[in-house]
């Protein structure tokens, strides 16, 4: 079986701060180099009703109220942060190389909220992260090239938009 060299993570969380705000909604996709789909993973984590109702208001959410109000919806769904965790431990142990690396948009982000809740999770992750947004500002503000992507604000088709945008940057390589 092929192993995946890329894990592209992202986070659905109430805010941030990593010092405050949970992550809510994981996904994550294996790929191999060309960017082709090995495997994928999705967990709603369940936090704090009360934690969602201090931290997830603002302008963003507001702007964003569909997603806010599906994350929310979910949340009585999810799992611990501890049994997700584990779950991607076992996902990355059965699709992916032993040097696996971090991929999405501002990656680091993301990141951070990973070293936070997710420590056991972490160690497995190469310290070099493939983050499509420095591509984005090349693009953007080298070559006047702008990727519209989809901001549906929900892990699993970020992740896809992220692809797809990485996808995009590199038809210019050819």
């Not at 996904?27 to 009703?49: C, F, G, H, R």
């Not at 964003?64 to 919806?73: E, F, I, V, W």
């Not at 990973?114 to 591509?135: G, Q």
Request: net charge negative.
């Amino acid at each position: 079986m092929k192993k995946a060299k890329l894990l592209w993570i992202d986070l659905e969380m109430t805010g941030l701060d990593p010092t405050k705000d949970k992550i809510l909604e994981v996904a994550a996709i294996a790929t191999d180099m060309k960017l082709n789909e090995i495997a994928s993973y999705q967990a709603i984590v369940k936090v704090p009703e009360a934690l969602m109702d201090e931290r997830m208001v603002g302008e963003f959410w507001e702007k964003n109220s569909k997603s806010r109000d599906a994350l929310k919806s979910q949340n009585k769904d999810g799992k611990s942060v501890k049994e997700v965790e584990k779950e991607l431990i076992d996902f990355i142990g059965q699709n992916c190389d032993k040097e696996l690396y971090l991929a999405g948009n501002s990656i680091h982000q993301d990141r951070k909220f990973i070293e936070r809740e997710m420590p056991d999770f972490n160690k497995h992750l190469h310290y070099r992260m493939l983050d499509v947004s420095s591509w984005k500002i090349y693009f953007e503000n080298a070559l006047n090239k702008k990727f519209i992507k989809p901001e549906n604000h929900r892990a699993l088709d970020d992740i896809n938009g992220s692809i797809e945008e990485l996808k995009w940057y590199l038809t210019f390589m050819k």
